[in-house]
């Protein structure tokens, strides 16, 4: 069964400061990996994805993910945050039959002004 | 972007009474919709996988006499709460995915379901 892992449940970090968030899924197969943010009050939206390639993957707002397969990994990078960056992230997996997605228990994270 | 909506966005009601949610795709057409709860601080949890036409899969836990899921339409998913109890209290996302299209789906807002 797949699962996903992030390890931070609680970030604060102020303007300009660089972020990492981690993600580990266990899967034997196959995965297509997704990060998702949700802004306060509004619902979740897609970052970026990884489905085969570059495993270096660029999505909106300046944000990147490196898969690593050896270590199954799908990190969330930014260079430089911003306070409109607060939010929650998820990370996902989708593997297997029926295409189905599992989330990870979220990151909250907090830039301060 | 596409667009999913749910109705309503929130709902309290009575325990023992059952309550409906819809999620729709407003303009486009999803083959499969997905059932998702999530609780205060906490992930999504998938529940279910609905695909327009035929039965529901429930992920394993998850009552499905409980949680009725009809997918009658290419742009209609329907979630019951059977017999809804305050244990059932929760956040119920439905997202949905394009016909022909597995490398995205789209969020709904959400209904905050409260069973006094």
């Known amino acids: 069964a797949q699962s996903v892992s992030q390890h931070n449940h609680h970030v604060i970090l102020s303007e300009a400061a660089s972020l990492e968030l981690g993600c580990n899924y266990s899967?034997?197969?196959?995965?297509?990996l997704f990060w998702y943010v949700q802004y306060p009050g509004q619902h979740l939206q897609l970052l970026l994805k990884?489905?085969?390639?570059?495993?270096l993957v660029k999505g909106i707002k300046g944000f990147e993910a490196e898969f690593i397969k050896s270590k199954f990994s799908f990190n969330l990078r930014k260079p430089s945050v911003q306070w409109s960056d607060t939010a929650e992230y998820f990370c996902?997996?989708?593997?297997?039959?029926?295409?189905?997605?599992?989330f990870g228990a979220g990151t909250r994270l907090f830039v301060k002004a | 972007g596409a667009v999913v909506s749910q109705h309503p966005s929130w709902v309290i009601c009575k325990s023992g009474t059952s309550v409906k949610i819809e999620c729709r795709s407003l303009?486009?057409?999803?083959?499969?919709m997905f059932w998702y709860r999530q609780f205060p601080k906490q992930s999504l949890m998938l529940m279910a996988t609905?695909?327009?036409?035929?039965?529901?899969?429930?992920e394993q836990g998850v009552e499905k006499d409980k949680f009725l899921i009809n997918h009658a339409s290419l742009t209609l998913s329907t979630l019951t709460v059977t017999s809804a109890h305050p244990e059932d209290s929760s956040f119920y996302i439905c997202?949905?995915?394009?016909?022909?299209?597995?490398?995205?789906?789209?969020f709904g807002p959400g209904t905050r379901l409260t069973v006094l």
């Open positions: 990884y489905f085969s390639g570059d495993p």
């Open positions: 997202s949905a995915r394009a016909s022909g299209r597995v490398d995205e789906q789209f």
């Open positions: 996902a997996v989708m593997g297997g039959g029926g295409f189905k997605t599992i």
């Open positions: 899967y034997g197969g196959t995965v297509n």
């Open positions: 303009d486009f057409q999803a083959t499969t």
């Open positions: 609905s695909n327009e036409g035929s039965k529901a899969t429930y």
